[in-house]
């Protein structure tokens, strides 16, 4: 029977799929509770840590506990048993189950909460709504003699330059003409003090990742011939990768917005708020637009991309009731916050299973922790009391 995992491995397994570093500045992920070395062999996954998903967690048997919510995204100065999120801490510890948090991190990733509630409504040909941006880089441009580049070059790859995906040691190079004139106090490795010289150089051109600046220069002085090389770094991003806010994509077919609608409403969890509507329930929907979430700062990204609906949560009045004015505006569904995070959770338990071939026992929790419990009355309106 193989050992079980420890705690500090199927962290690594979460972190491949969610990088805490594309997680927002403001957010609070990663591990919350819990010992890196500790055994774990049956995990839970939940969208908010309450007091109530920890007895559950408990209840099952889960040595780890992981949500799409955090616990302590704003800063405390005590965790004493008197407050909820206190209750909530030490009841992991006293039951031995860590909390991990993966949140913003898990929005954006590819296979993440957009990808999940993109999937759980069959749309096709998805992006992100609003891709991230790629990572920063430094293009190197550096002239070197012709006889000495490729040396130098090999010398740039090693201190970390010329790194694409999984390739190394790549670069663009062009030949020309250098042209410089030693002056006093020089000591020129071609040519002589006050003699005007032409030299065959090559440009070379690689990427460096911002961390390893400092390196690379160290490298290109110490292998450049010249007393003083020609050279900058050039600020650039790398090409988004597939990942973002949000996701666009369409139906196979085109359905009524009340179709759509009803689609909706069948496919996410049940919640007392429900499903509201905004828009001609008649009119065709193809394109569509999706965040889980809190998603009203995407508004204006879903009518550029030429969204017939557009579905999120936590839509404000006045935000939603200027986006609905302006001209080619999607039709708008405002669904539970919890309810378009919930299709996550099996994604992540099936991937982390996945990833753990089988070592790991993953469940789901169906908990409703949506904070409102009933609605009353609702009624269609547009037209007068």
């Keep these: 029977m193989d050992a079980p995992l420890h705690l500090r491995e199927v962290i690594e397994l979460l972190e491949r799929r969610y990088p805490p570093s594309t997680a927002e500045a403001w957010d609070a992920v990663g591990l919350v509770v819990g010992e890196p070395?500790?055994?774990?062999?049956?995990?839970?996954?939940?969208?908010?840590?309450?007091?109530?998903?920890?007895?559950?967690?408990?209840?099952?048997?889960?040595d780890l506990l992981v949500t799409h919510h955090p616990l302590l995204l704003r800063p405390v100065t005590s965790v004493a048993a008197t407050t909820p999120k206190g209750r909530v801490v030490h009841r992991l510890v006293s039951e031995g189950i860590a909390l991990y948090v993966a949140h913003t991190n898990a929005d954006i990733a590819a296979g993440g909460v957009n990808d999940a509630l993109a999937g759980v409504l069959d749309l096709a040909d998805t992006s992100p709504l609003v891709p991230a941006p790629g990572p920063e880089l430094d293009v190197l441009v550096v002239y070197v003699p012709e006889p000495d580049a490729e040396a130098l070059r090999g010398e740039l790859a090693a201190a970390g330059a010329g790194a694409v995906g999984d390739y190394s040691g790549c670069a663009w190079s062009v030949t020309g003409t250098g042209e410089f004139t030693p002056g006093e106090?020089?000591?020129?490795?071609?040519?002589?003090?006050?003699?005007?010289?032409q030299v065959a150089e090559r440009r070379l051109e690689m990427v460096v990742p911002p961390g390893r600046r400092d390196r690379v220069t160290e490298a290109l002085r110490r292998a450049h011939?010249?007393?003083?090389?020609?050279?900058?770094?050039?600020?650039?991003?790398?090409?988004?990768?597939?990942?973002?806010s949000g996701r666009i994509g369409r139906l196979e077919e085109p359905v009524t917005l009340?179709?759509?609608?009803?689609?909706?409403?069948?496919?996410?969890?049940?919640?007392?708020?429900?499903?509201?509507?905004?828009?001609?329930l008649d009119r065709p929907?193809?394109?569509?637009?999706?965040?889980?979430?809190?998603?009203?700062?995407?508004?204006?990204?879903?009518?550029?991309?030429?969204?017939?609906?557009?579905?999120?949560?936590?839509?404000?009045?006045?935000?939603?009731?200027?986006?609905?004015?302006?001209?080619g505006a999607p039709a708008l569904i405002d669904a539970a916050h919890w309810a378009t995070e919930w299709p996550w959770l099996p994604v992540a338990a099936r991937a982390l299973d996945g990833d753990c071939?089988?070592?790991?026992?993953?469940?789901?929790?169906?908990?409703?922790?949506?904070?409102?419990?009933?609605?009353?009355?609702?009624?269609?309106t547009g037209g007068t009391l």
Excluded: K
């Excluded at 996954?45 to 920890?54: G, H, L, M, N």
């Excluded at 050279?231 to 973002?244: D, E, K, R, W």
């Excluded at 009340?258 to 001609?280: H, I, K, Q, Y």
């Design 285 to 327: 929907v193809h394109t569509v637009a999706v965040c889980g979430g809190a998603g009203d700062s995407y508004l204006e990204a879903a009518r550029r991309a030429g969204a017939d609906v557009y579905l999120t949560a936590d839509l404000r009045h006045h935000r939603a009731g200027e986006a609905r004015e302006e001209d």
């Design 225 to 244: 011939p010249y007393e003083e090389p020609a050279f900058s770094f050039l600020a650039t991003h790398a090409p988004s990768p597939a990942v973002g």
């Design 357 to 380: 071939d089988g070592r790991v026992e993953t469940i789901v929790s169906t908990r409703v922790t949506d904070p409102w419990t009933t609605r009353l009355g609702g009624a269609e």
């Design 37 to 62: 070395q500790a055994p774990v062999e049956r995990v839970l996954f939940a969208v908010d840590p309450t007091e109530e998903v920890v007895a559950e967690a408990a209840a099952a048997g889960a």
């Design 258 to 280: 009340r179709r759509f609608a009803a689609m909706v409403t069948e496919r996410l969890p049940a919640t007392a708020a429900g499903v509201r509507v905004s828009g001609d």
């Design 185 to 197: 106090g020089a000591r020129p490795a071609i040519g002589s003090v006050g003699t005007h010289e």
